[in-house]
């Protein structure tokens, strides 16, 4: 079965450092989405990206965030200036089709600010 | 007002039990609508999606109220592995909105 791939798993990082979380979304895809989920709570839409540049993003998703697919492949979202409430499981997923088909999740980048 | 909600549960039933769980929406344009399953410290997985007509998919049943605007999942014969958190998630525009999940602990 086809898989969206994320590495890191696990990111420790420094307050105020740069992280770059990079995703792989199955390959004849053209959605492409990031989502995060702080501990306990719910997974919360961060940012859309079709046709190479961003189709909707939310208020969480503020200057601090980019997204960029650098090549073919590669999904990549970069949090610049870390603080600690950026601690959480950060999704990539990928779709077929904008509406009909739900996403398929990769499993995620924990990413810890300390 | 939250676009999704669903009751956290948690709910704990025996194995063979029927359970079911809920959910409601807030924004009557919205187009499409799943169930997710998520296991502790996972990413979340499409269980099925839900049509208007309702759909089954071996012991799980999906159903849609769009006048309600109200969405469930019915779970027969519950097994061990059904152990989980059942996400509803709504598909508004181009943003998918996750429910913040029920809580089944499926006991032998």
């Known amino acids: 079965e086809p898989e969206v791939t994320q590495t890191p798993s696990h990111q420790v990082t420094q307050m105020g450092q740069e992280v770059i979380l990079r995703c792989v979304p199955i390959?004849?895809?053209?959605?492409f989405y990031w989502y995060r989920q702080i501990l306990g709570q719910k997974v919360e839409f961060l940012v859309s990206?079709?046709?190479?540049?961003?189709?909707?993003k939310s208020e969480i998703f503020d200057d601090q965030f980019s997204v960029e697919r650098p090549d073919g492949s590669n999904f990549t979202l970069k949090i610049r200036s870390t603080k600690l409430e950026d601690s959480a499981m950060y999704f990539c997923?990928?779709?077929?089709?904008?509406?009909?088909?739900?996403?398929?999740f990769g499993s995620g980048t924990r990413l810890t600010v300390v | 007002r939250k676009e999704v909600e669903q009751d956290p549960g948690p709910f704990n039933v025996p194995e063979g039990a029927t359970v079911a769980f809920n959910c409601t929406y807030s924004?009557?344009?919205?187009?499409?609508f799943f169930w997710y399953r998520q296991d502790c410290r996972k990413e979340p997985k499409l269980l099925m999606s839900?049509?208007?007509s309702g759909n089954e998919d071996g012991r799980f049943t999906a159903q849609l109220n769009r006048a309600s605007q109200y969405i469930s999942l019915l779970i027969r014969d519950s097994k061990l592995s059904d152990s989980a958190t059942y996400l509803c998630?709504?598909?508004?525009?181009?943003?998918?909105?996750f429910g913040t999940g029920t809580s089944l602990t499926v006991i032998p």
């Open positions: 997923a990928s779709s077929e089709d904008r509406v009909d088909y739900g996403y398929t």
């Open positions: 390959s004849n895809h053209l959605y």
């Open positions: 990206f079709y046709n190479n540049e961003i189709s909707e």
């Open positions: 924004n009557s344009a919205s187009q499409s």
């Open positions: 839900v049509y208007s």
């Open positions: 998630v709504v598909n508004t525009g181009n943003q998918f909105y």
